[in-house]
């Protein structure tokens, strides 16, 4: 494979985080500068203000991390939502709801709550997304076990070179209660965000060029952090987080298969 | 969009294994709904069981993806020769340029609800389950994956009942963007608890064999499948009249998790963005494969929508009746069953529908009928407002 011979290019307008000791772009970026410590801050899951109040209620954490991570990276490019493509990226949508209802089936009376039953889509951020800022163009919802997040990058960037319109990323996961986190270990709740678009916009902070590879991922030096990027399938994009944090060019392969990686080529917007 | 060639298709649900039987049963208008005997299930519904799928063994070296869904998924890629096929072009283009791109709803999610009520007295799941061999979502592509010795990028899409109609947009795109050369794209969803309890809970099940676009119509019927294509540029594909894939439409309703928009607004804007992308007037679609679920409000909503790209003469039904709604895996299914429509000239008429709604304004079929087809299109539409529509056509001669 011979890399930049791919059409999967993309600016990136605007960037939303959040995660442990990361409670946004902005402290994250200092944080990923070491400008600041990391420190094990859990993750306050904000009430979707944009949903409609009965909408609002019916939202688990994982739709909540979701949209306040998309919500901040489409502020941050200042474009509107209402005709945004988007693509939602986990490796397991919500594992409250899933313990719920295998709970639920495991008795006799298998009663489940319809609300938790139409919430247990893999799509529900999507269609929770869609409803909260009246986007009505396409928007998907997709899965690759701990290489989500480069799956949900690669359909993006070539939804990018299909069509030349912005879409926004949005990759996710909250961590499971037990008994299911003994089989699916998810060290806390992640997500970030980035609002990708052929042209840089005012502000942009950085040119993306994708191609496969199959050299291994990049780890991160600071142990807090790489517990992080190994510890949650959207989290694994956190060295490409830092070189933009950083302003800084150059390379960086991102985990995604058992057997293949992804080389993203990183230029910095002046 | 450019067209690809689905140079390979195959699809196993209640109705058959493989394409022979499949077509058979559409033409001789036979039906597969039976009241659920599905593992422990007592609820009042009838499903579409795909029969003897405890027969089928996965291979050895795969033994820890062993699940109901897996071995439907098995089962079938091998029908009509579609893993040898699939072999047979990667030996050709190289493993690592084939994409993996599949639908599901659940998964292997049975498993998950069978480990639950087996756990330990201390609440632990029993020893050997394996969540990321058979629930996760990404279980479904990493086993076919391997089954089929392919390389190259792969994911699941995840879009409740619209899943394995979009992977065909995202291959498309993927092929478009020179990530690959081609692509494996279909849909695997098997029976299992969440979905007959949850449906049920919704009261969105039917008691008997659903009946799309009935005046008596009362919901669904849950089936499960396995449908599977292999996409090419149409230019490497000898078959000059190949079934292709000339259009997709994708658009969000913005309105509910679990209900559509009562005009079916975004069901209406993915039929026109796939016409758009085909290059299509919509009176040069010759026949309809509906969404057509059997629920009251999703058939009103979708006829609304087709009525108003259509009008009220294009020959439209739901093949749900005869297999039931097999939710992720029925994108991937329907599209298949459009290319058998195309390849043999047959518009199969909706079965278990007897007297067709009159508020729903659309040509809805209810005997088969035969005729020469060259643009079909297949609806799909999900819980979160997830709406797809397909465009295939063949072109008897190449033109």
């Known amino acids: ?270 | 969009m450019k067209p690809l060639a689905l140079s390979q298709f195959t699809a196993t649900s209640a109705i058959g294994r493989g394409l022979a039987e499949t077509l058979a049963a559409l033409s001789e208008r036979r039906g597969a709904l039976a009241p659920c005997a599905f593992e422990t299930v007592a609820l009042a519904t009838c499903v579409g069981e795909v029969g003897q799928l405890e027969a089928v063994r996965l291979p050895a070296a795969l033994a820890r993806f062993e699940c109901r869904n897996h071995r439907l998924a098995l089962l079938g890629l091998e029908q009509d020769g579609f893993s040898a096929a699939v072999r047979r072009c990667a030996a050709r283009r190289g493993a690592a340029r084939i994409g993996v791109l599949l639908g599901t709803s659940t998964s292997g999610m049975l498993q998950t609800e069978l480990a639950y009520r087996a756990r330990t007295p201390a609440g632990a799941l029993p020893p050997g389950f394996d969540y990321a061999a058979t629930h996760n979502p990404y279980a479904l592509a990493d086993f076919v994956r391997r089954v089929l010795g392919l390389e190259g990028p792969a994911a699941v899409i995840s879009t409740a009942c619209s899943s394995s109609a979009k992977v065909f947009g995202a291959a498309a795109r993927m092929i478009g963007a020179g990530l690959i050369d081609a692509a494996v794209v279909g849909g695997v969803d098997s029976l299992c608890l969440t979905t007959l309890y949850g449906f049920h809970a919704l009261q969105l099940t039917a008691r008997e064999p659903c009946r799309p676009f009935d005046v008596a119509r009362a919901g669904i019927s849950i089936g499960e499948a396995a449908a599977f294509a292999l996409l090419e540029p149409l230019e490497d594909v000898a078959d000059p009249e190949a079934i292709r894939l000339t259009g997709v439409g994708e658009s969000s309703d913005a309105y509910h998790m679990s209900s559509p928009h009562p005009d079916g607004r975004g069901a209406l804007a993915a039929m026109r963005q796939a016409l758009d992308s085909a290059g299509l007037e919509a009176r040069q679609i010759e026949y309809i494969n509906l969404h057509g679920t059997g629920t009251a409000s999703n058939d009103s909503a979708e006829a609304r929508a087709v009525s108003t790209l259509f009008g009220h003469t294009v020959p439209a039904s739901s093949t749900k009746g005869a297999t039931g709604h097999t939710l992720g895996a029925a994108g991937a299914l329907e599209a298949v069953i459009c290319a058998l429509s195309l390849r043999h000239g047959l518009l199969p008429g909706g079965l278990n529908t007897t007297a067709v709604d009159p508020a729903l304004e659309v040509d809805y079929l209810t005997e088969t009928r035969r005729a020469p087809l060259t643009r079909v299109l297949s609806n799909s539409f999900g819980f979160g407002g997830s709406n797809c529509s397909l465009v295939l056509e063949r072109h008897p001669g190449g033109a």
């Open chain 1, 1 to 270: 494979m011979t890399a930049g011979t791919t059409g999967l290019k993309a600016y990136v307008r605007g960037i939303g985080l959040l995660g442990p000791g990361l409670a946004d772009w902005t402290l994250g970026a200092a944080v990923l500068r070491g400008e600041r410590p990391h420190t094990s801050t859990p993750v306050e899951l904000p009430a979707p203000a944009a949903l409609p109040s009965a909408e609002r209620r019916r939202t688990g954490a994982t739709v909540r991390l979701a949209l306040a991570a998309g919500l901040e990276a489409l502020h941050g490019a200042g474009l509107e939502g209402s005709g945004l493509a988007t693509v939602f990226a986990s490796s397991g949508g919500d594992g409250a709801i899933c313990d719920e209802i295998c709970s639920a089936l495991a008795t006799p009376e298998r009663q489940i709550s319809p609300t938790r039953f139409h919430n247990s889509v893999h799509n529900a951020a999507s269609g929770y997304w869609s409803i909260a800022l009246g986007a009505t163009a396409a928007s998907t919802a997709l899965a690759a076990y701990d290489g989500s997040f480069v799956a949900g990058l690669l359909e993006a960037l070539s939804q990018l070179a299909s069509t030349g319109r912005p879409v926004l990323l949005v990759a996710y996961e909250t961590d499971y209660p037990e008994p299911l986190r003994t089989a699916r270990p998810i060290a806390a709740p992640f997500a970030t965000a980035l609002l990708l678009d052929a042209n840089p916009g005012a502000h942009a902070a950085a040119h993306l060029q994708a191609s496969l590879t199959g050299q291994p991922a990049d780890t991160l030096p600071e142990s807090s952090l790489e517990a992080l990027r190994a510890g949650v399938p959207a989290a694994r994009a956190l060295p490409l987080l830092k070189r933009i944090a950083r302003c800084e060019g150059g390379r960086v392969v991102l985990d995604y298969l058992n057997d293949l990686r992804l080389a993203v080529n990183i230029t910095p917007c002046p």
